[in-house]
């Protein structure tokens, strides 16, 4: 038997061949007194012989609802071993991890969870696995432990603190499958290593790198990053699982039969949250019989809906497209079956590439091997990016070939960046800083022609982390005719979600590339799978194979600029091994791990320009474990960089997108304080889409509206995210008023994405196409119009004021929230709420040099016809005062009331006023 889970007093070994379970039990117990007498106590890994076991009366019958006890999270066994003989010890192997998860509670052992690289999932540490003076009561979260691996077959299920065997049906469904060579934690010991670089409270850091780590040090560093990869992957593959549904799949009446709807109905609100933050509209789904059977059907999310019950239990409904795959008639069998009422497991897709394939990167030492052995650009390239010193400290730019027409638009900062970018030396990584609106994209279409100009036989890659980007950079890149050397690579979402902008760059899209001449030219599998592609491409993209088409066709063409997601283009070799140069837009996006995992993977690369601004959004860490947001890697590439001598960089100043007054209030809140500056390129004379709009504005020619509404709050009862009520009947009379007089030219973007629901049902009743977006979906987006919904208000109510407060003080938010308009900026916001966020207040202070705050009173006399104004131009409301608005800090008359106009928080469970939803004592 097989040693399964460590228990308090005992130890759980389980049968490794359930099919012989009417002999033996599923899970036996293991005294602690049985193993006294053995040369080591027993850990995970180990298997043992028992010789004799007492059944345990009333206990002998397993099923798959008694297996394993959820409130307490402990095998249940059916027999106490008697006897017992060690049949086997393994070879351990030691890595140094990190802890990630700590409990201590007085009058009880602390636990721990532990994760180190070689190992599927973190693992469960209970006192009695420490060895050689480890105490976890004197431990830290993230500190530094070295743990002792044993391996595990492949094929077995590794649990929360639990291995099952394969083939049988206990498992709860989210457990993760044990690969060849897959490790689990046997125990661990301290760790005795000094280690130089600490946070503030004496903890351990490896990110960023520094320049003074010797070799040994950046070994280590790379094994801990690789740990807190390896518990990112688990977080996504466990979440994705836990939010499985499994039951019946109705059918929505359709005429292809291939509409279904599902309902996760769930009491607890985390739980529910999870399903919302994983099943968002067009993810990849699939259907199957059972955890560890192939899909039968594949499939993507139309539509996600919150429903209201009357029993207190949360409900998602979720409208999902299926459709079987081909290739084997049981697929059809079983997809008949679902519709017929088959009970069916529907998981979310796992998403190719990622976390584990960083970790390998890191953990089998890719990045230090390549620096100590290999004398390649590739090799100066990410010493400068770990700040190491390299053959060429001095690496300057060069000529630039200025006939060519894209090169003579350019500024000299972005000539600077171009002449970088064409004299590599001898590995060149280049940092572009480029705020809103600077011309980052433009720029990289013409670092493009030019490196093509100057030598036509290089590979580019240009990439960023998400398909708007590299969208922006293929539509750039084709206006300055690179034509027929591009090829762009885009997912099925990205053709579902973004259609109608990816469809007008089709000429450069893999499709267009493989018609006619070449199709014929294919033979057996691979003349199948192109013409199946050219075949659904259209109709249904899911179901096509855009990674393995692309390969087939680079195998037999060579193509100078090849587009795609980073993810996409690792999926292809041929998409990335022979690249020369590499281009990644928006980088702050891209993750240190993703960028040194792509450049192992980019043996002939000479240069690299990365472009973005530190100033705005990095990486989406929030559904990560917190204690791997920082200090391991995960973050921005850019955080890196700071510190990286031999990293070139210049920085952009000319703004090309916004009206100057705009442009000035923006840089006033995010760049001066940097000791930066954002120049407005444009007159005002060009951005005049709401100066010349034919409404009334608060101050003529100054396109900038303050709207000041104080409402009450409402929390999603899913989600605990917020909405004002008042705020959003403001900007849908502002958005009629606009989208009226410039189809297309809104937009609306929020800070909370329960706003942005609200917002979007209200324009659906009023039959108002304008697109609503959260801030963080909006970055690398502009448009000609833009209304800001902030939802925070100022109020006594604790709970919002710290969500509020989270937002509100994240200046990287902020700045994107407040540049992404071209010729005018309607702000909706209670002002002295969002004051708190430095940002906001720097923002506010600048643009009160140009307009007031106005009131609700703006919103009737927007659109009259014969408006007047005060002696200051002011606009005046109907009785002819002035709409001026004072905005003072809100002043309590008495406990929890608040100065009439001022709203107050309603909880959403209970109506009344004062606290949330999630406060609420009613149950």
Known sequence: MWFSQVQEKRSIAVIPNPEKLSMWPFAIEIPDELTTDLERPLFPGDSIFVNKFAWIEGRRQVTIDNWYRK?????????????????HFPYWTTKTGIIVYLKKKEGKAALARVTAYGMERSGMLYAKQCRHGLDLSKTRLSEFVNLKLAPIPAGWMIGTNYIVPPGGSYRLGTEIMAKEGSQILACAEPFTEKWRWLTKTGLPKVFPIDKDYTLKEMKLAEDIIAAALITAAENEEVGRMETSYFGVVKPIEDEKKRTFTINHIHEQKAHIAKVLSIWTKDTPVTAKTGFERKAFANGYIKEVFKCDRDDGLLQIEVNIILVPNE?????????????????????????????????????????????????????????????????????????????????????????????????????????????????????????????????????????????????????ESAQINLGSEMLAFFASTARIRYGDQILLLREHQLENKIKGEFVEKLEGSEKRDVTDYLAHIKDKPRHTKERKVGEIYLAREFKNAIFGTIYMCLGIPRAHVSTTHLIIDEVTQTSFSMMVHLLCKLPLVRSVLLTGDVRQLGTHLKELPEVIQSGYGLESVTDQMENCERVSVTILERCYRSHPIITECFNYSSYEKHDERVIAAVPASKRTGLTKLGINLPVNDVPLILLNIRGTIEQDSASYSLSSPEQTEAAIIIAKALEHRDPQGVAIICLYTYQCEKIRERLYQENLQVSVNSV????????????????????????????????????????VALSRAQSGLIIIADFEAIREGET?????????????????????????????????GILNDLKGRSIEVKVEEVKLIRGGELRTGRGQIICNRCGNPGHLARDCRRR
């Open 327 to 475: 290739g084997l008639y049981e697929h059809d069998e079983d997809f008949e079956a679902m519709t017929h009422g088959m009970l069916t497991i529907i998981q979310v897709a796992e998403t190719p590439g990622g976390y584990r394939d960083q970790a390998d990167t890191f953990g089998l030492h890719t990045p230090t091997q390549l620096i100590k052995e290999e004398k390649s650009p590739r090799t100066e390239i990410l010493k400068a990016l770990f700040g190491r010193p390299g053959t060429d400290d001095s690496v300057v730019g060069g000529d630039i070939p200025k006939e060519l027409e894209c090169v003579k638009s350019l500024n000299e900062e972005q000539q600077n960046t171009l002449s970088n970018w064409l004299h590599e030396g001898r590995g060149r990584l280049h940092y572009q800083q480029a705020p809103p609106g600077t011309g980052k994209t433009r720029l990289a279409a013409a670092c493009i022609a030019a490196a093509l100009k100057k030598d036509p036989k290089i590979a580019v890659l240009a990439t960023a982390n998400s398909n708007l980007p590299v969208s922006k950079l293929i539509d």
């Open 71 to 87: 409130d307490t999270g402990i095998l249940s066994y059916q027999a106490t071993a008697l006897m017992i003989d060690v049949t």
């Open 840 to 872: 906001w207040r720097r923002f506010i202070t600048a643009a009160k040099q140009h307009t007031p705050f106005v009131d609700e009173r703006y919103l009737e006399v927007m659109e009259n016809e014969e408006p007047t104004r005060d002696s200051n």
């Open 776 to 815: 963080d979906a909006f970055q690398s987006r502009e448009h000609r119009l833009i209304i800001l919904v902030t939802t925070s208000t100022k109020s006594p109510g604790s709970a919002a004021r710290a969500d509020a407060s989270d937002f509100l003080k994240d200046s990287r938010r902020a700045t």
